[in-house]
């Protein structure tokens, strides 16, 4: 049974930083896509970033990039999203998200690539 289980989330400042991270249990992050999703009140749940393993591409969309970094944690089985400069337009739920084959390269962003999901970490940036 996969498992995947978020953590480091909480309320910073405008210009703060965060560091989440989701540890897998029962799935090989080496498998294909990971990536971390976001879902604000009253709107879809979105990608933010995704790294495929098998090459190492990483993905961002353009509001975090420069801002956001994501990675692997290979001995630990982890996935990590870094998170800098922090705006309140950032304040959402954190999703970490895990596919089972190379065919969430076609769309990295779209929620209907990926077959397994946390339960999320709640983000708040205040101004």
């Known amino acids: 049974q996969v498992q995947l289980a978020e953590s480091g989330g909480g309320s910073v400042q405008t210009g703060g930083s965060l560091r989440l991270s989701c540890v897998a249990s029962?799935?090989?992050?080496?498998?294909?896509?990971v990536a971390w999703f976001r879902q604000a009140p009253g709107q879809e749940r979105e990608g933010v970033a995704a790294?495929?393993?098998?090459?190492?591409?990483?993905y961002y969309v353009p509001a975090v990039k420069g801002r956001f970094t994501i990675s692997l944690d290979n001995a630990r089985n982890t996935l990590v999203l870094q998170m800098n400069s922090l705006k309140p337009e950032d304040t959402a739920m954190y999703y970490c998200?895990?596919?089972?084959?190379?065919?969430?390269?076609?769309?990295?962003?779209?929620?209907?690539?990926?077959?397994?999901w946390g339960q999320g970490t709640q983000v708040t940036v205040s101004s």
């Open positions: 998200a895990a596919a089972s084959s190379s065919r969430c390269l076609s769309d990295w962003k779209s929620i209907h690539s990926y077959n397994y």
């Open positions: 029962g799935y090989n992050m080496n498998s294909a896509c």
């Open positions: 790294v495929y393993s098998r090459g190492g591409a990483t």
